[in-house]
């Protein structure tokens, strides 16, 4: 599975669309439309539960940042099923609660590796951990050709950003025109 997550944060708004004919009688779906503000096409479109819209209305109450989550296919000419999602910052519960609990030797910090002069190994510097995050996952991508066949990464930024830009359409549009074409 690969993640192509978005650097600079997305001013989303949600709006729900028609649902003629999208969705079944009884279900607890809502056709959804998502705009990146100042942009009047729709970036993505999504059936979603009422539960996952509220959690969505409040995230999207300020910048978003977004990623794309695909399986990279098999045959570089194969179309990509992707999904969009808001990029959410998690922690370890431990993290969390050494961060509270104040140092009972706040001095050891500044000492150094104590068996430092031993030379036996060298003494290397942790790297900070990189900042771990969930995909929420809530629309669906599909790119019926390929524009990066051999740079699946390239390919996730790409699909991406034509959405941001509003110049995707509905999947199903897009499977129409496709087999217009073929005829």
Known sequence: MHVYLRDEPVDLRMQEVES?????DGADLLP??????GNEQPSFRA?????????LREALEEPVVLGVLAEEPEDPGSEIHAMVGLAIPVG???EVEEKEEPATEPWRASV???EGWRGDEPTTREEPASPRTA???FAPL???QRKFPYDFGEELADLLEAALSGATRSALEARIDRMLEDL
């Open 20 to 24: 003629e004919g999208l969705v079944p």
């Open 32 to 37: 959804m439309a998502f705009y990146v503000r």
């Open 47 to 55: 059936l979603l539960p009422s539960d996952t819209i509220e959690v």
């Open 92 to 94: 370890d519960e431990e």
């Open 112 to 114: 150094g590796d104590p």
């Open 135 to 137: 995909l929420l996952a």
């Open 142 to 144: 599909i790119r019926l």
